[in-house]
């Protein structure tokens, strides 16, 4: 299926959105500016922009640890999502998740999860209201390499085939779960093809490749929308940095983090657009400079921002008590 | 006699006791780390640094690192205790425990009970503790209430390096379930440590300041923080006595009891939500055994009923902090 320019457009903003606030995530980290620890996406922005390009707001995503891609990826806010990843008021949970926990409801973002495992039986259940009241919306489950672990996973990959819902479970494989490679905690070796034996079809995909994830994607949602049940991506892609900012990943070698670095999904997109002449450099170069900019403010408004009321501390713990 | 870090006293319990005796394990995520990757093997230590240095004395068949698999964890390591083998389960942050409850409190705790006495499950469930450090609601809670009402369950949580490695050699030359729970704000404090094996009873507090106005009964990471509000009090003139129970199951009834009878006063101090606290459980008993002791009603600093926030400010608030306990510590000296 051949993208509309403007769809290119959006595509190449949202993954160069995600480069450049991860980016500016390490450096406020650095800075001392964001509390606690902070997971980066960079490396994997096709993965969640291919994924989650033709999903609409009504379409709902479950994430991770590892969620400032996925967030941005589905429309979220980067101003809200900056202002709660340093724990300020305004933030889009005003302040009380952090970064593994940032949600946006009305973007269909049901939550990072900081628990590993933790996305797909929600995704199941969120799944399982789209087809009750026969929405023709799908749900996508987020999760890592190390999570295809989690008991949670098998179960609600089970689950989603015998009440055949329209959940989409994605494993982002970035060949490790913490400090601990995919090739030595995954038995069997293959995430796609433990989800073929629980009876759905699974595609590995080239996360690299916007374009390869955007199809697979394409395929996946087709089956869903037909009601024929779940459907499973493992997309292969590349951890630029460590598990968490500051990580001194002694367990890789130095030319393992430069072979990393060389599966750019960014140099890949532009190359492929602007070689087929679907976008010209220039306007990619105008992407990034607005993109850098509204970064730029998003992190200056965070810094300033004041934090949240400490009155809101026991705010929201149940709707009414 | 050396100082030692609370992570680094915990390293020498597990290691000397690990020479000691060929069937002491240890099993988690990242135990090791580094397996299947392309650099060194053994560099990660577990993510707190407190296993650093025991893959490479004891190699990949003591010190096993699992997929991200909590249930089998801590399954496997129940499994392997009633066979023979002394398992030390890592569970990163306590919080996890939602996801292998079962095998901890359905399997583990209840082997021995539920057939006849016949079994033994010498295991140990390491698991990091508290709130401080902006991790959020899902990093960030003790939970130790939770294992303190399963009958079968010891309850471990050491206030400094000391106890650390003495509670834990205590752990593993039992032969029951013990959940050891670490301190995440207390990995980089200081004590003098003994460098040879020495072994802290389960159900012996400690009297950790004596004082005669007031009692103050802390737990775990909580046990620093009433200590130091003490040292303010005196210089108010207010004596205040700090029991650390050191383990919540079995709990030293009796040095609370007798520290109460000197004081006549009670402050608890829990980094928990209230209900169904270890202070609401400490304050129950002392109210029924100790009721005539008391000239003040007893008081509680706790967190609120509340998930963990991640904002500085809220979890600052969130925690039992020096304020809110000489706060609480002062109205009850106030009372007649
Ligand atoms: C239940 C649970 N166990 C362990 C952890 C600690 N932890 C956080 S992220 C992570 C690794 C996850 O690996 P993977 O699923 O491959 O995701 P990635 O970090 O590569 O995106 C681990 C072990 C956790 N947060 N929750
Ligand atoms: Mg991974």
Avoid: W
């Avoid at chain 1, 973002?109 to 900081?114: D, E, F, K, W």
């Avoid at chain 2, 249930?71 to 292998?100: K, N, Q, Y």
């Avoid at chain 2, 606290?277 to 009923?305: E, M, N, R, W, Y």
């Amino acid at each position: 299926m051949q993208l509309s320019r403007d769809e290119l457009k959006r595509a190449y903003k949202r993954m160069f959105t995600i480069r450049a606030f991860e980016e500016r995530v390490e450096k406020e980290f650095a800075a001392g500016n964001i509390p606690g620890f902070a997971h980066v996406y960079l490396g994997q922005e096709a993965s969640g922009v291919g994924v989650c390009h033709d999903l609409t707001d009504e379409d709902l995503i479950g994430s991770t640890h590892r969620g400032h891609g996925h967030c941005i990826a589905k429309g979220c806010d980067v101003k809200g999502m900056m202002l709660e990843i340093m724990g300020k008021a305004g933030g889009l949970c005003g302040g009380k998740g952090g970064s593994m926990h940032i949600a946006d409801l009305s973007k269909g973002m049901l939550g990072a999860n900081a628990i590993v495992g933790g996305a797909p039986p929600i995704a199941v259940g969120a799944a399982l209201t789209q087809k009750y009241k026969k929405t023709g919306r799908v749900s996508v489950a987020f999760s890592g390499d190390g999570a295809s672990n989690q008991g949670t996973v098998f179960e609600a990959m089970n689950m989603a085939v015998v009440l055949k819902v329209p959940a989409i479970f994605v494993f982002e494989n970035n060949g490790y779960g913490e400090h601990t490679a995919a090739s030595y905690s995954v038995g069997g070796g293959s995430i796609a093809d433990r989800a073929r034996s629980f009876g759905m079809p699974a595609e590995v995909v080239d996360g690299v490749d916007f374009f390869a994830v955007h199809e697979a994607m394409g395929r996946a949602l087709e089956h869903c929308r037909a009601g024929t049940g779940p459907y499973a991506l493992e997309i292969r892609c590349y951890r630029f940095l460590g598990h968490f900012v500051g990580d001194p990943q002694a367990y890789r070698t130095a030319d393992e983090l430069k072979d990393a670095r060389s599966h750019d999904p960014l140099p890949l997109f532009r190359k492929k657009v602007t070689e087929a002449k679907l976008l010209e450099a220039s306007e990619l170069d105008a992407i990034e400079k607005e993109i850098l900019a509204e970064v730029e403010d998003a992190a200056q408004t965070a810094i300033a921002a004041p934090p949240p009321d400490i009155k809101s501390l026991e705010k929201d713990v149940y709707v009414r008590y | 006699m050396a100082k030692k870090s609370y992570r680094t006293a915990i390293n020498d319990a597990l290691r000397g006791e690990m020479r000691r005796n060929p069937d002491i394990i240890v099993l988690g995520e990242d135990v090791a780390g580094g397996q299947g990757a392309t650099g060194d093997v053994g560099v990660v230590g577990s993510v707190f640094g407190v296993l650093g240095g025991l893959y490479k004395e004891f190699g990949p068949t003591r010190v096993i690192d699992t997929p991200i698999s909590e249930s089998a964890i801590v399954g496997a390591a129940a499994g392997a205790a009633l066979t023979g083998l002394r398992p030390v389960a890592e569970i990163m942050f306590v919080d996890f425990v939602g996801v292998c409850f079962d095998q901890i409190y359905n399997q583990a705790a209840k082997f021995r009970y539920m057939f006849g006495g016949k079994a033994k499950t010498p295991m140990i469930i390491r698991a990091t503790i508290g709130a401080g450090f902006r991790a959020g609601a899902q990093h960030s809670q003790s939970m130790h209430p939770l294992f303190t009402m399963v009958p079968g369950l010891k309850v471990v949580m050491p206030s400094n390096a000391y106890d650390a490695k003495g509670l834990m050699i205590e752990a593993l030359r039992g032969d029951d379930p013990v959940i050891y729970l670490e301190a995440k704000t207390l990995y980089d404090t200081e004590v003098e440590v003994p460098d040879e094996a020495y072994r802290v009873p389960f159900g012996e507090a400690r009297v950790a300041r004596e004082g005669k106005d007031i009692t103050l009964v802390a737990f775990g990471p909580m046990v620093p923080r009433a200590l130091a509000v003490a040292e303010t009090l005196a210089k108010d003139g207010i004596s205040a006595e700090v029991v650390d129970p050191r383990t919540t199951s079995p709990l030293d009834e009796d040095t609370i009891l007798e520290s109460v009878e000197k004081t006549g006063r009670l402050v608890l101090v829990d980094e928990s939500p209230p209900r169904c606290s270890l202070a609401s459980d400490v304050a129950a008993i002392v109210a029924d055994k100790g009721f005539k002791f008391l000239k003040a009603p007893i008081k509680s600093v706790t967190c609120p009923h509340t998930p963990v926030p991640f904002a500085p400010v809220l979890e600052d608030e969130y925690m039992p902090n020096p304020r809110r306990i000489e706060a609480a510590v002062r109205a009850v000296m106030k009372f007649d």
